[in-house]
């Protein structure tokens, strides 16, 4: 079994739709969350960054981390043809100073 | 430069042939990563440099593969007597480690696609 597990899709959306995606890991040692998006042809970029439990919100996006359950959670509100991307989720315990990544989620949004 | 800069940006290579993966990290940073990248297999860590010195090179997959940072910038990553399995993307990652030691940011480049035919 996978550290982390991430279903790879592709999501298909359209254009405002919200989109929901989702990581479990079995590691309960994890502190820090990550979600990355790569665009094709890229490398990955830090999209949120979330320490232990709790939600985050930047704009259009909602991170939220659900220790008890090792669940955590990206939403993108009114999404965009530009979010279509592959989204992946990190994660790491105190101290170590390298990322797991889930599979990574491909997203795409209709017009 | 302003970002992670790798290179080649593309390797076609024949079996058995070594190769030389090349990475500019960001400026002053001193963490450097590399991983891998294969279709449905997500990012797969190899090696993590602070400074010259490499503290964790678990990820690497056999004796095969090296890696060697000099004057805390520059990295390179070989492959010896390459295998069509090696094919992939390789990425390069910098950060600046902060006090408290956990690097929760990772600038990557946009990676070098090896093919091993």
């Known amino acids: 079994q996978k550290e982390v597990e991430q279903d790879p899709g592709p999501l298909s959306v359209p254009e405002g739709a919200i989109v929901s995606l989702n990581c479990t890991y079995s590691?309960?040692?994890?502190?820090?969350f990550m979600w990355y998006r790569q665009y094709s042809r890229k490398g990955p970029e830090l999209l949120m960054y979330?320490?232990?439990?709790g939600n985050k919100e930047d704009g259009r996006f909602t991170a939220q981390v659900d220790k008890s359950s090792k669940y955590i959670s990206l939403f993108i509100r009114d999404s965009q043809p530009s979010d279509s991307a592959t989204y992946l989720c990190?994660?790491?315990?105190?101290?170590?100073?390298?990322?797991?990544f889930g599979t990574g989620t491909r997203l795409l949004v209709s017009p | 430069g302003a970002g992670v800069s790798q290179s080649p940006s593309n390797k076609v290579t024949e079996k058995g042939k070594d190769v030389e993966l090349r990475c500019d990290p960001i400026s002053g940073h001193t963490a450097l990563y590399w991983y891998r990248q294969s279709l449905g297999q997500g990012l797969e860590f190899l090696i993590y440099f602070q400074g010259n010195s490499a503290p964790d090179k678990s990820g690497l997959p056999s004796d095969r593969f090296s890696a060697e940072r000099t004057g805390g910038s520059v990295s390179t990553l070989t492959i010896q007597r390459t295998q069509q399995e090696d094919s992939a993307v390789y990425l390069c990652?910098?950060?600046?480690?902060?006090?408290?030691?956990?690097?929760?940011?990772?600038?990557f480049g946009s990676g070098t696609q090896l093919s091993v035919l």
């Open positions: 590691n309960s040692a994890f502190q820090y």
């Open positions: 990190a994660m790491m315990n105190t101290g170590f100073q390298k990322l797991v």
């Open positions: 979330t320490y232990s439990s």
């Open positions: 990652a910098s950060s600046h480690l902060r006090g408290q030691g956990v690097n929760e940011k990772l600038f």
